[in-house]
């Protein structure tokens, strides 16, 4: 860990943090509305099986955050996913996505899960480079999807 990164706080998000969380889905190439996150984010926050863990230092904007949840599934024991990571492309290497992925998986631990998965698109290589470099192996598995609206829910 560099200097730096020792400076980096890694906490729960707050309805202080829509405004930074939307600028971040941004760079992941999910653009959001603000006012659309913080309603989102309203009700996320109040969900006990849903943890969204956010890397700040105090001179700078967020840094990064991810997104982890509980699966209940009727053929297996308590699992969890990701739902997103992003780290602001600025400190990308720099160790805060490491620090992300270690909250959410202790946290996952504290809630019981055997186990953690997560989704990547096929054109991330840098990203899966990272999951493989910090012990996640590929399952072989194909994500289907039907829209039930032409356009999603503002909610």
Not at 28 to 35: D, E, M, Q
Not at 140 to 153: A, G, M, R, V
Request: aromatic share 8%; charged share 20%; proline share 3%.
């Amino acid at each position: 860990m560099s200097n730096d990164d020792r400076s980096v706080t890694i906490r729960l998000a707050s309805q202080g943090d829509a405004e930074q969380l939307a600028r971040l889905c941004e760079q992941l190439g999910y653009p959001v509305a603000t006012k659309h996150l913080s309603l989102r984010l309203t009700s996320l926050l109040l969900q006990s099986d849903h943890a969204l863990f956010v890397a700040e230092r105090a001179d700078v904007h967020l840094l990064g955050w991810v997104h982890v949840y509980r699966c209940f599934l009727i053929h297996t024991d308590p699992e969890a996913q990701i739902g997103e990571l992003v780290v602001d492309a600025a400190v990308r290497r720099s160790g805060v996505g490491c620090r992300l992925m270690q909250a959410a998986e202790q946290w996952v631990r504290e809630q019981g899960c055997w186990a953690i998965y997560l989704r990547s698109n096929v054109s991330r290589a840098d990203a899966h480079q990272f999951y493989h470099k910090i012990g996640y192996d590929v399952v072989t598995s194909s994500l289907f999807c039907k829209p039930l609206w032409k356009e999603p829910p503002t909610v």
